[in-house]
């Protein structure tokens, strides 16, 4: 006598990529960009099960480290770089986008037309290698 | 009589409600993704209190952060709010030590459209 196998037809296949987050594609699970590396690392990938393929985003909640954009130096390698124990807030200056001006341009932010006394605090920044401090103002 | 074997072709939910999933072998396992509204996504490793960093998407409240922004470890993290509209960078090291002089370079920065200059000091 034959094997009795018994089948379920319902329910849903998985996507075709493991690690990956599946997302739905016309009624079928594919593979989206996002990728659960570790247990304590994601990132998106442009090309899913291809090892090291991590660009856009990184979660490194083991490090403490948090990247944004070409982080794979695709292109030009710009990108936020945020190290939590150290407390540095980096960006790629190598190939930080500036205009033809060679000006940072910012949106959104709100300026004011007057301020208090010197806070008696300097701002560290860090420009091509060489360290500068901005003198900070009270509210 | 031979063995009775009963196979299902359809795979499971992940364990965890509002938690994204992720295939492992063949089933799906809980990300460290949330969506508790459905509208939302944020990070949390091990869906534990001290797993929430890395990053918080709220349309609701105009607010993106990147980094420590629950302020789990030391608190290094970017918060766009664009209620604000405010951009907030914590974790940024400030000093009060030092002779601070002028280096005669200034940063030229535009906000709004609006060209600045800050005296950067050595």
């Given at each position: 006598?034959?094997?009795?196998?018994?089948?379920?037809?319902?329910?849903?296949?998985?996507?075709?990529?493991?690690?990956?987050?599946?997302?739905?594609?016309?009624?079928?699970?594919?593979?989206?960009?996002?990728?659960?590396?570790?247990?304590?690392?994601?990132y998106t990938?442009?090309?899913?099960?291809?090892?090291?393929?991590?660009?856009?985003?990184?979660?490194?909640?083991?490090?403490?480290?948090?990247?944004?954009?070409?982080?794979?130096?695709?292109?030009?390698?710009?990108?936020?770089?945020?190290?939590?124990?150290?407390?540095?807030?980096?960006?790629?200056?190598?190939?930080?986008?500036?205009?033809?001006?060679?000006?940072?341009?910012?949106n959104?932010?709100?300026?004011?037309?007057?301020?208090?006394?010197?806070?008696?605090?300097?701002?560290?920044?860090?420009?091509?290698?060489?360290?500068?401090?901005?003198?900070?103002l009270?509210? | 009589?031979?063995?009775?074997?009963?196979?299902?072709?359809?795979?499971?939910?992940?364990?965890?409600?509002?938690?994204?999933p992720?295939?492992?072998?063949?089933?799906?396992?809980?990300?460290?993704?949330q969506?508790?509204?459905?509208?939302?996504?944020?990070?949390?490793?091990?869906?534990?209190?001290?797993?929430?960093?890395?990053?918080?998407?709220?349309?609701?409240?105009?607010q993106?952060?990147?980094?420590?922004?629950?302020?789990?470890?030391?608190?290094?993290?970017?918060?766009?709010?664009?209620?604000?509209?405010?951009?907030?960078?914590?974790?940024?090291?400030?000093?009060?030590?030092?002779?601070?002089?002028?280096?005669?370079?200034?940063?030229?920065?535009?906000?709004?459209g609006?060209?600045?200059?800050?005296?950067?000091?050595?």
């Amino acid at each position: 006598m034959a094997a009795i196998v018994i089948s379920s037809p319902g329910g849903a296949q998985t996507n075709p990529t493991d690690s990956v987050l599946p997302f739905n594609n016309g009624g079928v699970f594919g593979d989206s960009m996002l990728v659960q590396y570790s247990p304590t690392k994601m990132y998106t990938t442009y090309s899913a099960g291809t090892p090291g393929a991590e660009n856009g985003l990184i979660i490194d909640n083991g490090n403490g480290e948090y990247q944004f954009g070409d982080t794979d130096a695709q292109y030009t390698g710009n990108r936020l770089i945020i190290n939590s124990p150290d407390g540095e807030l980096a960006i790629n200056s190598s190939i930080i986008i500036l205009n033809a001006d060679n000006q940072i341009s910012l949106n959104g932010l709100l300026t004011s037309v007057s301020a208090g006394d010197n806070a008696g605090l300097h701002l560290k920044l860090t420009i091509n290698g060489t360290k500068y401090k901005i003198q900070l103002l009270d509210d | 009589m031979a063995a009775i074997s009963i196979t299902s072709q359809g795979a499971n939910l992940n364990p965890t409600s509002d938690i994204l999933p992720y295939r492992k072998g063949n089933q799906f396992l809980d990300s460290p993704l949330q969506s508790e509204s459905g509208s939302d996504i944020r990070s949390n490793f091990g869906n534990v209190p001290s797993g929430l960093k890395g990053i918080n998407l709220d349309p609701s409240t105009k607010q993106y952060s990147l980094g420590d922004w629950n302020n789990v470890d030391n608190g290094t993290a970017i918060i766009i709010n664009d209620n604000g509209p405010q951009i907030n960078i914590n974790g940024l090291i400030t000093t009060t030590t030092g002779l601070h002089t002028p280096s005669g370079t200034y940063l030229n920065l535009i906000i709004n459209g609006v060209s600045y200059h800050l005296n950067l000091l050595t």
